[in-house]
């Protein structure tokens, strides 16, 4: 409870002249109680606390990423590995989506920062791990389980690199692989595969997705540089031939989704490395 002090003032020279030319009787009325009362707060106002709520639209995205995420791992649990695979990509969507929508938004936060880091640790640190675990790592022994903690680590590290630098890394490239590119990379294979009902313990596959895990987890945590995409703005106009790219990219996506998903997964998966060498070669800095 708020507490008063009362400080009285009473101007003594005033009040002598004034006894001096008024009666008994009017003088007790003028004096009243001889104190002019001044109220005095000791406690400041205390500032408005600020509303800790959260954005709605961008951190909706990101659940329903980190839901596709789990569904991955649950369906190959169950060896539904094609439809683990889809999850991922679907995954891949949707986490490319809550980041534009909060900046066309103007919804950005430390939160939806901090929560989408956590959601694509799932969704592409350690389901694609346990994925090609339980579809063919499994088969290879402690070395299949080495090869899958090697992707998931380098996830882990890749995500913690990328909070730390955010302010310092250049916004058109990304350093090291992204998450989302290597997660697709591998289920992009366990699709391809799957689809083509190769057998996976006949044939070399276990080694191939061996091989596939240990590349994406390295890479992941390297210095090569990855084109970002955060420079195209979809709010701003484009030349033509930019649709008729897309209509062609969607074209090829619908004739065979696995292939061609896989095949533009592996070519963006190694074009860090085209860039290091072009730069190491030319002494020129690319883009």
């Known amino acids: 409870m708020t507490s008063f002090r009362h400080r009285g003032r009473i101007n003594r020279s005033r009040l002598a002249q004034r006894r001096i030319e008024t009666s008994d009787e009017e003088w007790s009325e003028a004096l009243g109680d001889g104190v002019d009362y001044e109220v005095e707060e000791l406690h400041p106002k205390k500032p408005r606390l600020r509303s800790k709520g959260i954005y ?13 995420g789990f569904f991955a791992i649950v369906n190959a649990m169950n060896d539904q590995f094609q439809v683990a695979a889809i999850a991922i990509f679907a995954s891949l969507v949707l986490d490319g989506m809550d980041g534009r929508v909060a900046r066309m938004t103007n919804t950005q936060s430390a939160f939806g920062e901090q929560y989408d880091s956590l959601a694509d640790m799932v969704s592409f640190g350690v389901a694609p791990a346990l994925v090609a675990y339980e579809w063919a790592l499994k088969d290879l022994g402690k070395w299949g389980w080495l090869a899958a903690f090697t992707y998931c680590a380098g996830a882990a590290l890749r995500l913690a690199r990328f909070n730390v630098n955010t302010t310092v890394v250049d916004k058109k490239f990304f350093q090291g692989l992204p998450s989302p590119a290597a997660g697709a990379l591998m289920a992009g294979f366990i699709w ?4 083509n009902k190769i057998p996976v313990r006949d044939t070399a596959i276990p080694w191939i997705t061996f091989f596939i895990a240990v590349y994406a987890g390295l890479t992941m945590v390297s210095n090569a540089r990855f084109y970002s995409g955060k420079a195209l703005d979809v709010r701003y106009r484009v030349p033509f031939g930019v649709m008729v790219l897309m209509i062609l990219t969607f074209v090829l996506i619908s004739s065979n989704p696995p292939l061609t998903l896989f095949g533009l997964f592996v070519v963006y998966s190694v074009s860090g490395y085209v860039i290091w060498a072009w730069e190491r070669l030319s002494g020129k800095r690319f883009g």
């Open 192 to 195: 391809l595969a799957d689809d």
């Open 56 to 68: 709605l639209l961008p951190n909706a995205f990101t659940t329903a990423a980190l839901f596709s």
